[in-house]
Every structure is written in structure tokens, then in C-alpha cells.
Nanobody
């Protein structure tokens, strides 16, 4: 069983940056693929980014490419989502998820473990 805890959300103005963190409680952190998803009110959950065991292989949703950057720190069992040039449409609850599969996926159904989420609100 893996527990994920997100932090770093908050209220920011458009154009600003924010960094989210996701800590995984597991002794086998390096074996999991980790992703970020987000869900805005009355919208479906949307894939944001995913990262494989190394920091080399990553994947991003079209709406966040170039602006967002995912990375992981194996010493801290933590995955980060650096968000830049934030826009009001980025407002959502951001969830961290982990998968024991060997491939990156943008489908929420491929992820076995989920955090509780952290709210990000971007004002105009």
C-alpha cells in the first residue's frame, strides 16, 4: 500500500508560479511511475504530467506543455510539479497518483494510488 500526500497549493495571481509536492510513503519509491492530474469544478479529471523512475522520461498534457515541469527526488521520496505562467484556467484540485506499471500513461484508470488533492486557484 502506498500513501501519497500533496502540498503546495494556494491562491496566486495569473502569470505567477507555484510548486506542488507529492510525498510517497513507501520503501520502493523508485519503482513507481508518478503522475499529476487535476479536476476543475464540473469538469472531468485531466492528465497533467507523469514521470518514470528516472527524471529522463516524462509526459505532459497539451494544455500545460512548456509551462509545467515534473521532477522527482529519490532521496526525499517526493515528486514535484513546477507550474509557471499560471492562468485562471489552471484553477483546479491537483491530485498526485502512483502506478506500479512500467509505462507512462495519461489515463487515470492506470494509476492505483491517489492522494487527497491540493487546491490551486489562479486569479485574474
Amino acid at each position: 500500500q502506498v500513501q501519497l500526500v500533496e502540498s503546495g497549493g494556494g491562491l496566486v495571481q495569473a502569470g505567477c508560479s507555484l510548486r506542488l509536492s507529492c510525498v510517497l510513503s513507501t520503501r520502493t519509491f523508485s519503482t513507481y511511475i508518478v503522475a499529476w492530474f487535476r479536476q476543475a469544478p464540473e469538469k472531468e479529471r485531466e492528465f497533467v504530467a507523469a514521470i518514470k523512475r528516472s527524471n529522463v522520461y516524462t509526459e505532459y498534457g497539451d494544455s500545460v506543455k512548456v509551462r509545467f515541469f515534473i521532477s522527482r527526488d529519490h532521496a526525499k521520496n517526493t515528486v514535484y510539479l513546477q507550474m509557471s505562467s499560471l492562468k485562471p484556467k489552471d484553477t483546479a484540485i491537483y491530485y498526485c497518483a502512483a502506478s506500479s506499471r512500467t509505462y507512462l500513461s495519461s489515463s487515470a484508470y492506470e494509476y492505483d494510488y491517489w492522494g487527497q488533492g491540493t487546491q490551486v486557484t489562479v486569479s485574474t
